[in-house]
């Protein structure tokens, strides 16, 4: 039976995060007084906030599991920009929001009333706004009231017009870090992925995936699955310009074709694009669309290194990650919505865009590495060198030395590569020489 939940505030925006989650609970705002001064850093204030206000409401109560919460835009040289007090100063902020990106801090507090267990942790995000005109800020504000946002801006709203790009969790903007808060619940058995299943009902479905070689409960089968891609392609088309050369699609299509052959999902139509970017990335949707751009193509050498970039977007498909990662996230109500390809709807905008700048960031480092090894075995079973994949990380491992990451570099969006070049090495020998244990233990710092 899921523990009593508590809401420790009485943040409109909050309330529907918790519901986008699925989860059934009450609000009891807090009555703890914000510290707003910076004694150590940004962390630890909004960690000390969230602390103050579910600790307050845990004492107001014998039983039950509080959420408290805080969050503070950061300009840099110690300054914070809270709620305005009014519309003038909100003009004032936007106006320094857009002048040079800001920093987004949540701190979340979870706590037990009956046991005082307790964990408290954070998130931040990098955010970038487009330049406004007083014009565009005064006609915002007549449509948006900012005084009960901090920044005064909401990014899940009109407000998202504004934002020119964000680096980190979507939600966190909002105020509330889901992916983050699912798993502090999960630790005091709060299942949130179990609140789907209940929600969702039929919807779910169970089978043994031979990728991950587990049996595995999704709340989506593969049709919605296949759908909720289908939204998300239209969305990466729209976003992106992509290539027509004859020569290069063939290359690529001719690579997936060999690859999909030997995959370990067949009921998918699988397709590949590749992206006039010279960044070193690729990316995969669920419902199998994968998504390369030319200068991650520029920089292989040979076929078998295109072969193990592409092997690895399968193998994300083939395990679920995406699918995965985006229920995880965004829970039942937003996937819905991506599931329903002909909705024009603001919710159905803003869901979608949310899942596209998810699928950016990077997956867990058990799944690049499970990933990895199914784009080896796929390769292999190809017809291709596994070398391939040793060869390309040692590529974007040199380009990674030289250059600072850009944003959905893939040294960002798919991170710890001495530790996949270690994993690859044992995947293609079988053996593990003594640098790749280091690599692997995280010993070798990277070098």
Request: proline share 3%; aromatic share 8%; with cysteine.
């Amino acid at each position: 039976m899921q523990p009593k939940l508590i809401l420790a505030s009485a943040s409109p925006q909050r309330k529907k995060l918790l519901k986008h989650l699925g989860l059934r609970f009450v609000i009891a705002p807090s009555r703890a007084q914000e510290v707003h001064k910076i004694t150590t850093n940004c962390a630890d204030l909004v960690m000390l906030n969230a602390r103050r206000k579910a600790e307050e409401v845990a004492r107001r109560n014998k039983e039950g599991v509080i959420i408290g919460a805080d969050s503070l835009v950061y300009l840099g040289n110690h300054q914070i920009m809270g709620k305005p007090k009014n519309l003038q100063q909100a003009k004032t902020n936007l106006k320094k929001l857009f002048a040079k990106p800001s920093w987004v801090y949540t701190g979340v507090a979870v706590i037990d009333a009956a046991t005082q267990k307790k964990i408290v942790d954070y998130e931040k995000t990098k955010v970038f706004m487009k330049h406004l005109t007083d014009e565009q800020i005064d006609r915002y504000h007549a449509l948006v009231s900012p005084l009960d946002k901090a920044g005064g801006f909401d990014i899940e709203g009109k407000g998202s017009i504004f934002i020119h790009r964000i680096e980190g969790c979507y939600f966190n903007v909002i105020g509330l870090p889901l992916s983050k808060l699912s798993s502090m619940l999960k630790q005091f058995g709060v299942s949130v992925l179990m609140m789907f299943m209940m929600i969702g009902g039929s919807g779910c479905a169970s089978e043994f995936n031979l990728a991950t070689q587990q049996q595995e409960t999704l709340i989506y089968g593969t049709d919605k699955e296949v759908s909720i891609g289908n939204a998300l392609a239209r969305q990466f088309d729209k976003n992106y310009e992509i290539n027509t050369d004859v020569d290069i699609n063939e290359r690529v299509e001719k690579i997936l074709d060999r690859i999909v052959a030997v995959c370990d999902r067949k009921e998918l139509v699988y397709s590949i694009k590749v992206i006039n970017d010279d960044v070193l990335n690729a990316v995969s949707l669920p419902g199998g669309y994968i998504y390369i751009n030319k200068g991650l193509i520029d920089a292989v050498k040979t076929d078998d290194q295109l072969a193990s970039v592409i092997g690895h977007e399968v193998g994300h498909i083939t395990a679920k990650h995406a699918i995965k990662k985006l229920q995880a996230m965004y829970g039942y109500t937003l996937l819905q919505l991506g599931a329903i390809g002909g909705a024009r709807s603001g919710q159905l905008a803003q869901g979608l865009e949310a899942a596209f700048l998810t699928l950016f960031t990077e997956f867990s480092q058990d799944d690049e590495l499970l990933a990895d090894k199914l784009g080896i075995k796929y390769a292999k079973k190809a017809g291709y060198d596994p070398q391939g994949m040793t060869e390309m990380l040692a590529i974007l491992k040199a380009k990674q030395d030289k250059e600072p990451a850009r944003p959905y570099s893939y040294w960002r969006t798919h991170p710890y590569i001495p530790q996949r070049i270690a994993s690859a090495n044992q995947a293609i020998s079988g053996q593990i020489e003594f640098r790749d244990y280091l690599n692997l233990t995280g010993e070798n710092n990277g070098l």
